[in-house]
């Protein structure tokens, strides 16, 4: 299923400024609380929707065939989907901006360093590119709400020791939603032009303390249970990767990086698609999140980039790690002849290298050049998109993002590849938080 918004984009009005606003004085102030941000929007973004509907509503999508409708509605624009839209050419772009424009144009924790996931969050919730101090002001607002209750904790010691971390991940959101704003305001009969106070609310609430739910299910799962206190100096990420137990300054720059290239991939993605779906019935953002999760947890979903890193172990086995690329051409035909595929490469609609790989790629060229499972990684890069068009089975032989993800970690030493998953469900929160 894919997102309805590039075909009604030529219906949609060019949104407003919100960086500033007139003062006591006349002097010009710039917006820095998010909800404040939000409450400038909504009316317009409310109206635009009503002008939508009377301009464009018997407007065609296109047509639909059984074999998309088979298929998982593959193809089918079929959702309004704002946060962001999946070029086949340049890959995602975030309200616009694509991967390379958010490195450069994001807020960093440091001055070159990576981007905070914060600034993609003021992105994505509002349209506009963050200047530093409203970065900031996220980074602050998600820390005055990260405290996690007790029975939360409490829910997760009490699962059984084998429980896989994403269904701990959801056992803990479930575990907040019985203090969901949205519920109770429902409740007293809000009226429907402010359902998106309350949503607002419990999805901040949720998103500020995903990264003390996520550290907790890692220490209980796989370093006995002892938690590390949050760092009131470190900003969203970094606090994710330092509550885990890796200071290192490295493992929080990629932190950093990946929770803001896996935020959102358009609508149409079970998690995404998931996440709206059952937001769609009223439910509060933790049900519709954790209703999310359950999604990302399949195996053709959030497992890729556990396959890739299997099957590079599998290359290692066979191959060493100073094969040379006439060795890896051999494997890798061998491997396709056997009835097998190459994971981390292709994508079901992009057409060329993800950017999320490249930028991944870059960052391990910078901080881990020697690598063995970098260098493998780059090999096949070079490798298996010649060969994937030689079979003349694939439309799109190019890696994707998976491909890469899984060594960055390895690297840091975060080798539990069942605990990936729950850190591409921190990060993927942003983005169908932000849609909601």
Known sequence: ??????????????????????????????????????????????????????ECGPKALGACTVEQAIGGMRGIPAMLWETSLLDPEEGIRFRGHTIPELEEKLPSAKEGGEPIPEGLLWLLMTG????VDQAKAVTELLRERSKVPDHVFKVLRDLHPNTHPMTQLCQAVLALQVDSKFAADY????????????????????????????????????KGGELIEADPKLDWAANLSHMMGYDDEGCLEMMR???????????????????????????DPYLSFTAGMTGLAGPLHGLANQEVLRWLNEVRAEVGDNVTKEQMKEFVWATLKSGKVVP??????????????TCQAGFAARNMPDYPLYKLVALLYDVVPDILIQTGKVKNPWPNVDAHSGVLLQYYGITEENFYTVLFGVSRALGVLSQG
């Open 344 to 357: 981390g490469f292709g994508h079901a609609v992009l057409r060329k290298t993800d950017p999320r790989y």
């Open 187 to 222: 409740r007293a009969g809000i009226h429907k032009s402010k359902y998106w106070e309350p949503v607002f609310e419990d999805s901040i609430n949720l998103i500020a303390k995903l990264p003390t739910i996520a550290a907790a299910i890692y220490r209980n799962t796989y």
């Open 128 to 131: 506009e590119m963050p200047t």
């Open 1 to 54: 299923m894919r997102s309805a918004k590039r075909l009604l984009q030529q219906c949609r009005p060019l949104g407003t400024q919100l960086e500033e606003v007139v003062g006591l004085g006349g002097v010009r102030t710039m917006i820095t609380d998010l909800k404040a941000a939000m409450a400038a929007k909504i009316p317009k973004e409310q109206e635009r929707l009503r002008e939508l509907r009377k």
């Open 257 to 283: 990086l990946y929770q803001t290239i896996h935020a959102d991939h358009e609508g149409g993605n079970v998690s995404a698609h998931a996440t709206h779906l059952v937001g769609s019935a009223l439910s």
